[in-house]
Structure formats: C-alpha cells, structure tokens
C-alpha cells in the first residue's frame, strides 16, 4: 500500500519515533518495527480517506475506521500476535500526539486487541541442557570456533544473558571475574554473576582464539575475524539439537528460558530472577519461567508477609 501522508504527518511520525529512541532508549530493533506498524496504520487510514492524511486527521478517527484497519489486516493474512503488537504501536503513537497536540484519542485508545494465545517458553531438562552444551562443542572441527560456540552458548545458560548481550562483550570483559556489568533493554545495567564453568568457557575460547582480543573489539568473532553474526549460533544450537532429537522450540534464547527455569525450581527467589534476567516487570519473569502452580504456590508462601 502507498504512503498517502502529509509531509507534516511524516514528520510528526519521525519526531514520535526519536521522542521513543531518546526518551524512552527504545532499541533500534522496536523502532524500526514501530516505524513499520505505525506507518502501515496511518496508509491504511490515508486510502480509507481517499486522500492526504495529515496530523489533525487522527482526532476525527472513530472506533469504526480502527474496526475497518483491523478486519483489513487480518483479511491479509497478518496474525492476532502480529496485529496487537501493531494496536500496542498505534496506541503508543496516538497518545504521545493527543497530549502533544490536545485531543481526545478514547476511540483509538479503547480499541480491543485481539485475543491470541501466549506461547508458552519451553525450557529444556537440565539433562538435555548439558547435553546441548556438548554437542554444540561437536559442530566445528576448529578448535577455536569450537570453543567460542561453547562458551557464547555457556553465557547464555549459566549466566541468563540475551544473545545480543553475550555478543556486546568486548576484550576489555575478559578475564571474566565472578560478576559482569551488562548494559540490556532500554540501557539497563545490571550485575550477573559468572559462574566458574562459563568462565572457564571463556578462558578457553581467549586462549585459542587466533585475534588480538583488544579492549575496545568484539569478544566474540566470525571466522574471518569480525563481530559474531548471531545467526551462527542459531545454525549451531539447531545442528546440536537435531543431531539430540530436540524439538524445534531449542533455540539460543531457550537456553536464557532454561536459565530461569531451572534457577526458580532449585528455590531461587523470583525478584532475584527478575533481577538476573534484566525483566523490567515481575509478571514477565513469571511468565518466562517454565513452572507449575504447586511451585509458584511454594514461593509465594515463603516470600509472602501474610503466608508465614
């Protein structure tokens, strides 16, 4: 669909996404997925005019025009998961312009998200995480590269870490001492401890490691030398857990959902986890981690005043 927009939408648009890079240290990831929702809405409603699309437009769209928009897309194949985070984004830009601007944006602000059900995690058994581990080290016959695999996926395991965070760790992080300063979502810093296997991990990938490792580069690095891609660790983790007999649901991050998992059943403290994991909210934590509701029953309890 063609953007009908005002230049003066547009800009409006661009403001609201720096207002949520600098205000609010939105990752570059969300913004551009922002930018994709909140532009793709806005053509919607520009063609559903028939003409230009401009600021002041949006104080006159009724619950109506927000039902036509969520039929439309639903009509093209774009999932109910999909299509809240896109009313999350709407709902978000609409706000920051009605008290920008001065309007009353209840039509746009009441619209229902569709109801979908929430993947649940699925972390892997502790038996099946060692496991990975192993057989994540079988996946390249260079030594090297062997045991940077090992010690990114050990990150990721032991210490909880997102990918993106494990590959953020430049030359001046090593050695590993028993604690790392991780700088997360939204700029957040948080305090991980390291436990001895990943720091041996690491020792073990800087010792065969054929790159200077300088304070200011990438820690972990391709091949050729540059930054990890990611995506390596992905191929590497989906080689480990075909040649296991994993399901497909084994991936680099269900090693951070197995992290949690396995730290609350073995009776650690949930805001302790929440702390561990970077979750701005507990309701996240809770949901990330894989137990049942004798176990939640149980910390609750013993962490609640009025339980003891």
């Not at 063609?2 to 661009?14: F, H, V, Y």
């Not at 091949?223 to 040649?243: C, D, F, H, Y």
């Not at 084994?250 to 730290?263: C, D, E, G």
């Not at 990330?288 to 003891?308: G, I």
Request: glycine fraction near 8%; charge should be positive.
């Amino acid at each position: 669909m063609s953007l009908k927009l005002t230049e003066g939408m547009r800009d409006t648009l661009a403001q609201w996404l720096d207002h949520e890079r600098a205000l609010k240290s939105a990752s570059e990831n969300t913004i551009t997925a922002y930018g994709h929702d909140v532009s793709g809405w806005l053509s919607f409603l520009a063609e559903h005019e028939g003409g230009g699309f401009g600021p002041a437009a949006i104080a006159r769209v009724r619950l109506s025009d927000m039902r036509s928009w969520m039929a439309h897309e639903r009509g093209r194949g774009v999932a109910p998961r999909s299509l809240a985070r896109a009313l999350s984004a709407v709902k978000t830009f609409t706000r920051w312009l009605a008290e920008r601007d001065g309007f009353d944006a209840t039509a746009i602000l009441a619209t229902r998200s569709p109801k979908f059900q929430k993947k649940l995690p699925r972390p892997l058994s502790p038996d099946a995480a060692k496991e990975m581990l192993s057989t994540v080290e079988l996946q390249d016959e260079e030594p090297w590269i062997a045991a940077r695999n090992v010690a990114v996926v050990t990150l990721l395991y032991g210490c909880g870490l997102r990918i993106s965070e494990a590959l953020s760790l430049t030359g001046s992080d090593v050695p590993l001492g028993e604690v790392i300063r991780i700088v997360g979502k939204g700029n957040k810093e948080r305090i991980v401890p390291v436990l001895p296997a990943a720091r041996q991990a690491v020792a073990e990938y800087v010792r065969l490691c054929p790159y200077d490792l300088l304070p200011e580069t990438p820690l972990f690095r391709g091949a050729r030398g540059g930054a990890l891609n990611p995506r390596l660790i992905s191929k590497v983790t989906e080689a480990a857990r075909m040649q296991l007999g994993l399901p497909s649901s084994v991936t680099p991050h269900a090693m951070r959902h197995s992290f949690a998992t396995h730290l609350l059943n073995a009776g650690g403290d949930l805001r302790a986890i929440q702390e561990l994991l970077g979750h701005a909210s507990l309701s996240t934590t809770q949901a990330y981690t894989a137990v049942d509701n004798a176990r939640l029953l149980q910390v609750y309890e013993a962490a609640h005043p009025r339980a003891k």
